[in-house]
């Protein structure tokens, strides 16, 4: 295989199953490279979910040794050094958007059953990694999810510290840093606002929907602008997206008045949800073809915005 060109061998690696491009990634650096290089047209492992969870004797049988997943790459003396920093400054892998949020990484090889036998695998990776021998484990294995696939990623109680992610692989090229998943499920408090946003933006390659749930919804006029940037500009990076927050009225208005007085939608969200409990609804002015209707304990109004340059 050495003696193909590159072309050749990527046809060659195309040919492989996850586990034996693993073993093939192994045998040197400028395999791990190729394939890091070509990952999107490769094989993946795929999982249903990625999460974390807090520990629980039920899972016991179900810890990974870390050790299995440590291989070989170049640790220069610079990236050392910003690593012994890391260490010494105590930055976390995570960062807990509850109270005593989960700090072990979940995944289920299959969906969730009545049972509850489906089958599990449970890292427990440092939250402070306290040397630089755990900062090479974590290292590696967030480089073995990054190759993974997950039909679901759920973050309610945890998520990944992107400070931690950028110290970590140190702006390398050759691999990308995403998750890849389908569905992603992320909490969020207003403190971890600017973090959990770009763990989403920078850290997610989603190809179905982004929903986020708000759960201290009194946001600055600043942060409801960074959400309403993210609507209108992230479209390239989430097909859909859903945000669920008691007050959603001032993101609303923005919307509605980019719908109807924007030029330009091409790098807009096409689906997206602003789901709100807000009892201070106001009909945009813009409304036209409006229908109401009266549930049982909603009241529904559906109706439509001409956009001023292209009025059908």
């Not at 969730?112 to 890292?123: D, M, Q």
């Not at 691999?175 to 408090?189: A, W």
């Not at 997610?204 to 708000?214: A, D, M, P, W």
């Not at 009909?283 to 292209?310: F, P």
Request: hydrophobic share 40%; charged share 20%; with cysteine.
């Amino acid at each position: 295989m050495n003696s193909l060109p590159n072309e050749a061998r990527l046809d060659v690696l195309k040919c492989l199953n996850f586990n034996q491009l693993f073993s093939v990634k192994q045998t040197n650096f400028y395999f791990r490279n190729l394939i890091n290089k070509y990952e999107g047209e490769l094989a993946r492992m795929k999982f249903y979910s990625l999460s974390m969870v807090k520990e629980n004797p039920r899972f016991v049988n179900n810890i990974v040794d870390l050790e299995s997943g440590v291989f070989e790459f170049t640790l220069n003396d610079q990236l050392k050094e910003k690593w012994q920093a890391a260490v010494d400054k105590s930055i976390p892998l995570f960062l807990n958007i509850v109270e005593h949020g989960g700090n072990f990484v979940c995944i289920n090889k299959t969906k969730y059953s009545p049972t509850g036998k489906e089958p599990r695998y449970l890292l427990t990776l440092p939250r402070f990694p306290k040397n630089i021998e755990e900062m090479i484990i974590v290292r590696c294995w967030l480089e073995h999810l990054f190759n993974c696939a997950f039909e679901l990623a759920y973050f309610s109680t945890s998520v990944f510290n992107p400070q931690m992610i950028n110290i970590l692989f140190d702006n390398d090229k050759t691999i990308p840093l995403q998750f890849n998943i389908q569905t992603g499920i992320l909490g969020m408090y207003k403190e971890l606002f600017e973090n959990i946003l770009k763990f989403s933006l920078n850290h997610l390659l989603v190809s179905g929907s982004l929903n986020i749930s708000f759960i201290d919804g009194n946001f600055t006029e600043q942060q409801t602008n960074i959400l309403f940037n993210i609507l209108i500009n992230e479209g390239d990076k989430f097909p859909k997206i859903y945000f669920t927050c008691p007050m959603l009225s001032k993101l609303y208005d923005l919307i509605t008045e980019y719908i109807a007085t924007s030029r330009d939608f091409s790098r807009m969200v096409l689906v997206f949800n602003l789901h709100s409990v807000c009892t201070t609804f106001k009909l945009s002015e813009r409304a036209e073809n409006v229908e109401i209707k009266q549930g049982s304990e909603v009241k529904y109004t559906k109706y439509q915005i001409a956009n001023i340059y292209n009025p059908k």
